[in-house]
Nanobody, 118 residues
Framework: QVRLVESGGGLVQPGGSLRLSCVASESIFGLNTMGWYRQAPGKERELVASITSGGLSVYADSVKGRFTISRDDGKKTLYVQMNSLKPEDTGVYYC????????????WGKGTLVTVSS
């Protein structure tokens, strides 16, 4: 079992920036993918960005050019730098760690709330 703990959420004005962090309780070295998902009230959880252990990243179209995902395996930490935030970025942001070829090695954090509002 791996515990994931997110931090960095809060209230920010439109156009502002936040950096979210996700710290894993165990090593994240190896073949895996980590990602950020978000969920707004009444909506389904959606992928924001993901990054493989090899450094390949994928972004939702809505955040391309504004968000940057990164990871530091030595620190067991996943990050997302969020710039030019918009009200529609509001939601609970969840950290995910997925190991391939496994239905059980799929871990989620409890989430951190990001509110973009003036």
């Amino acid at each position: 079992q791996v515990r994931l703990v997110e931090s960095g959420g809060g209230l920010v004005q439109p156009g502002g920036s936040l950096r979210l962090s996700c710290v894993a309780s165990e090593s994240i070295f190896g073949l895996n993918t980590m990602g950020w998902y978000r969920q707004a009230p009444g909506k389904e959880r959606e992928l924001v960005a993901s990054i493989t252990s090899g450094g390949l990243s994928v972004y939702a179209d809505s955040v391309k050019g504004r968000f940057t995902i990164s990871r530091d395996d030595g620190k067991k930490t996943l990050y997302v730098q969020m710039n030019s935030l918009k009200p529609e970025d509001t939601g609970v942001y969840y950290c995910n760690l997925k190991w391939p070829f496994s239905t059980v090695m799929n871990y989620w954090g409890k989430g951190t709330l990001v509110t973009v509002s003036s």
